[in-house]
């Protein structure tokens, strides 16, 4: 039988197939822990005398509470040096490995494990995060999971799982100049809800996916959960092949060749049918900036904020109404006209080396804009941070104004130092702008990593384009 991706991963590694409408039950091969959602896993497991099944297939990071400066000095929240001193206790007690703040391989559990080649295609990889989805960029069924999932996979590597829909997103024609993964994903998100996804595997295929790089193709995948799927994937190629030869953990020699063999068999039979399919033509995208509180309350750079009146379905223009309300913003105006405080390149959507380079290519030979309060730079991993200085960028950063971070999540959210206050206003390469997504009140809109670092220039949404 013709199958998809997603079906053949689920099918490779079924334990017991469900009967009578009950879960399948699923080997799972990489389970990555971070301080906020693993306490209560190790309770569970602490209070029922176990211990993990396969304590090498769970590696552990601290990313959500770490401040990004200072980090040799007492955290200053409570909060955070509680969750995170719970973290290396609980680590240590049932030996799973951790990377902690300050290690050469700590960063956002989405951004190290595919940098250590931990990521490979054809796993099964979950997390109590529901960005695990970043990882189905290298053809891996990876996906977020609950706190007493994260328990039941410690103590039996294994998950009980209704098996997903699945939907194709053909993502066609040539990707102009300046226009990136980021534009792409939150297009398609406008296009189709944030619950346009909901019980889906998405894969994305087609040209223009084919074209992009692998830290590009995490960008996509990341913000599936965005689109209300449960993971996002692409099918293995060269390009991953390349990313992952030689890694600390990608298989070598013999085992290499063997690797890549199996890798190849991951794709969807040319007949095989999804439950779902959506195309979007990219030849004539714009960058794409968010004007609302969802992500999929988003435009092309150069439309206007919606008048909510316009808007057909009730639903859809009630919820404008509000966003348009909370964001402080008047319906019509021009989004090139929209000016922000704050700055923030980082995340596990958009905080890779690839980011950085394009933002500080952009950002060279300039200065922020004196309206610009301020504009932080962090990296997702602490591979990320030493490679980019490596190559100057830190040194680009700091010429144009920005603070240049150690990594973590940052302010992708208000867990750590690194918030905003109500009415601030940032142009944001992280995922979510729900209210207060970046401290209370807080005002988000979601773009590229150019368009970032253009605003940052000017003071107002721009484009490379604009400078
Ligand atoms: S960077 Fe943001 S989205 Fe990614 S894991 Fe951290 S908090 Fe979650």
């Not at 004539?284 to 379905?313: F, K, R």
Request: charged residues 25%; proline residues 5%.
């Amino acid at each position: 039988m013709s199958t998809t991706l997603a079906e053949k991963v689920w099918a490779d590694h079924l334990v017991r197939k469900g009967s009578d409408g009950a879960p399948d039950l699923l080997y799972i091969d990489l389970m990555l822990m971070h301080e906020v959602t693993s306490p209560q896993a190790f309770e569970g497991l602490r209070l029922a005398g176990r211990k993990p099944r396969h304590v090498d297939q769970l590696i552990a990071t601290e990313d959500h509470n770490t401040p990004t400066v200072d980090i040799d000095r007492p955290n200053p929240d409570e909060t955070s040096a509680l969750q995170l001193t719970t973290l290396e206790r609980n680590c240590k007690e049932f030996g799973v490995r951790l990377h902690p703040l300050g290690d050469a391989d700590q960063g956002v559990v989405h951004a190290f494990a595919p940098m250590l080649g931990l990521t490979q295609p054809g796993m099964t990889i979950v997390c109590g995060d529901s960005h695990t989805s970043t990882h189905g960029a290298f053809g891996a069924l990876a996906f977020g999971i609950g706190t007493s999932e994260v328990e039941h996979v410690m103590a039996t590597q294994t998950l009980s799982l209704k098996p997903f829909k699945t939907m194709a997103v053909n993502i066609e024609g040539e990707l102009p100049q300046g226009v990136t993964a980021k534009d792409i994903i939150l297009a398609i998100i406008a296009k189709i809800g944030t619950g346009g996804g909901q019980g889906y595997v998405i894969e994305y295929r087609g040209a223009a996916i084919e074209k992009l790089s692998m830290d590009a193709r995490m960008t996509i995948c990341n913000m599936s959960i965005e689109a209300g799927a449960r993971a996002g994937m692409i099918a293995p190629d060269e390009v991953t092949f390349e990313y992952l030869k030689g890694r600390p953990h990608a298989p070598e020699g013999e085992m290499w060749d063997k690797a890549v063999a199996y890798w190849k068999t991951l794709r969807t039979d040319d007949d095989a049918v999804f439950d779902k399919e959506v195309t979007l033509d990219v030849a004539d995208l714009e960058p794409y900036v968010t004007w609302g509180t969802n992500p999929g309350q988003g435009a092309p750079i150069g439309a206007n904020v919606p008048e909510p009146e316009s808007i057909a379905d009730e639903t859809a223009r009630n919820a404008a109404e509000r966003a348009i309300e909370y964001m402080g913003l008047k319906p019509g105006t021009p989004i090139k006209d929209i000016a922000v405080d704050t700055v923030f390149i980082g995340s596990c959507t958009n905080g890779r080396l690839e980011d950085l380079r394009v933002a500080a290519s952009i950002m060279k030979g300039h200065h922020k804009a004196d309206s610009i309060h301020r504009v932080l730079v962090v990296p997702a991993s602490s591979r990320v941070r030493l490679q980019a200085e490596k190559e100057g960028l830190d040194r680009i950063f700091k010429d144009f104004g920005a603070e240049w971070r150690n990594a973590g999540c940052s302010m992708c959210l208000g867990m750590n130092p690194d918030k905003m206050v109500a009415h601030e206003r940032s142009i944001s390469t992280s995922n979510r702008n729900f209210e207060g997504r970046q401290g209370k009140g807080s005002r988000t809109h979601l773009a590229s990593p150019a368009v970032a670092a253009a605003t940052a220039i000017r003071g107002t949404i721009s484009s490379p384009a604009d400078l």
